[in-house]
């Protein structure tokens, strides 16, 4: 029997990556994983920028708080400013390219705009009490003063010292042209597509989807929606697979449920096996007289490893079976769920050609006692309270599936390890598992 980190060492030594490439949209490259590196053809940003709204000033032109500018130009994101005269301030909004000259942005918050006396009712400029410094009360505020927009020609008075450089992104400071955005073998996420759409690419050379067949057997088991008859139950796993197959991104191909006969299991097997790259099985994998899973593989492939040293999931079987790669799950749904998230999620994510494919855990305060020292390493269901620390699902039996909904994790026991409330234990968070 396999210790769990031989057992996963031993998958991924295993896992050949696919290699046939295909091009896909970047709008619809959420999951893939990318074939070939990607380099900026572009200077991102192109130019110096502002980062706020406000004002373009030279540092040398405001000698003290309270001077008051004349305001020579208004620059709007897309625009292009004309060089900042000495002694003026440009009118700058967020995005927009800082004009040649101007060496800092000052917030708006921090500048009172004065509109011509001519274009106004007023009879003072002076902000209320109370007024946020650069906001021009509207009509109907109780305001003095009915302005027109800020336009070039106004002034603006500066009521802080600037800092060379303040509230400005300069050119290239995210990406420089020919440097590479993204590297091979990245899953792509959000923030990905965002950031090689950010340098221009349409499309994105991605490896083809893997093809992952599934079926599940047991003659008890019951498509939901079937009315049950005595002694059958309604077919968890297939769900449960079904979305975690999909969520990485595979294309699924679902053989439903399969009598619990040797003949029909091989025939289910042998298909799966020449659609597939690699074939999933969910009970059958134990010793009983009608666990036909495991004997099917080896008739017409061969069982590699079978039986891993944890608590859910001891039941695990990898062969192959032609050039597929078959992983038979154990046929509880929370050593089933438990298993596929700790070793079938990084060897599929290796398989599509990622290269960061492990989990990471972290250490995180117990707010209960566990005093039952096992054998094996276990894997118990736990949550995340809003003090920090972890509560644990009362029933940790692997066929409580409510557990897994439960939890946010799982606390990676181990072998003879007991725990006591402030004990601090290793925790591994769905969010690394199912994603």
């Known amino acids: 029997m396999l210790s769990a980190d031989q057992l996963l060492d031993a998958l991924l030594e295993r896992a050949r990556g696919v290699t046939e490439p295909e091009t896909v949209p970047v709008t619809d490259a959420l999951g893939r994983v990318l074939a070939a590196p990607q380099t900026s053809a572009i200077t991102v940003p192109p130019l110096d920028n502002s980062a706020m709204d406000g004002y373009a000033v030279r540092v040398a032109d405001v000698a003290a708080a309270g001077m008051r500018l004349p305001v020579s130009q208004r620059i709007l994101a897309g625009a292009v400013g004309t060089p900042l005269q000495p002694g003026t301030a440009a009118r700058i909004f967020t995005g927009a390219p800082v004009p040649p000259g101007a060496d800092a942005v000052l917030m708006q918050e921090y500048c009172t705009p004065l509109p011509n006396p001519d274009e106004t009712t007023s009879h003072s400029t ?11 009360p509207q009509a109907g505020e109780g305001a003095n003063v009915m302005p027109k927009p800020i336009n070039e020609g106004e002034d603006v008075i500066i009521h802080a010292l600037p800092r060379p450089g ?6 290239g400071e995210d990406i420089q042209a020919g440097a590479q955005v993204l590297a091979a073998g990245t899953r792509l996420g959000a923030a990905e597509m965002g950031l090689a759409a950010s340098v221009g690419l349409a499309e994105l050379p991605v490896h083809r989807k893997l093809k992952v067949a599934c079926f599940f057997t047991g003659d008890e088991l019951v498509t939901p929606g079937t009315p049950l008859l005595p002694g059958q139950i309604y077919n968890s796993n297939r769900t449960t ?10 294309e699924l191909i679902d053989l439903g449920i399969v009598p619990d006969t040797l003949e029909a299991t091989e025939a289910a097997l042998a298909r799966a096996a020449g659609l597939a790259d690699v074939v999933i099985t969910s009970g059958g994998v134990s010793v009983g007289e009608a666990d036909y899973v ?3 593989v080896e008739k017409l492939g061969r069982v590699e490893m079978w039986k891993v040293a944890m608590k859910p999931g001891k039941p695990l079987v990898y062969g192959r079976v032609g050039e597929a790669d078959f992983i038979g799950l154990p046929g509880n749904p929370v050593s089933a769920f438990v298993t596929f998230c700790l070793f079938v999620r990084p060897f599929l994510l290796k ?32 949550r995340l309270q809003p003090n920090g620390k972890l509560a644990l699902f009362p029933n940790q039996s692997s066929g409580v599936l409510t557990s897994c909904a439960w939890s946010d994790g799982l606390v990676d026991l181990a072998i003879g390890q007991t725990i006591d409330p402030g004990d601090w234990v290793r925790f591994i968070p769905f969010s690394e598992l199912l994603s």
Do not use: H
Not at 126 to 136: D, E, F, T
């Open 126 to 136: 002076k902000p209320a009490s109370g007024q946020v410094a650069g906001y021009l």
């Open 294 to 296: 495991k004997a099917a």
């Open 351 to 382: 398989r599509m050609g990622a290269t960061d494919v492990l989990y990471r855990a972290f250490a995180v305060q117990a707010d209960f006692t566990w005093r039952k020292p096992g054998a094996r390493r276990e894997f118990l269901r736990a």
């Open 166 to 171: 303040e509230n400005i992104r300069r050119a």
């Open 241 to 250: 697979l079904t979305g975690l197959v999909n969520g990485l991104g595979c």
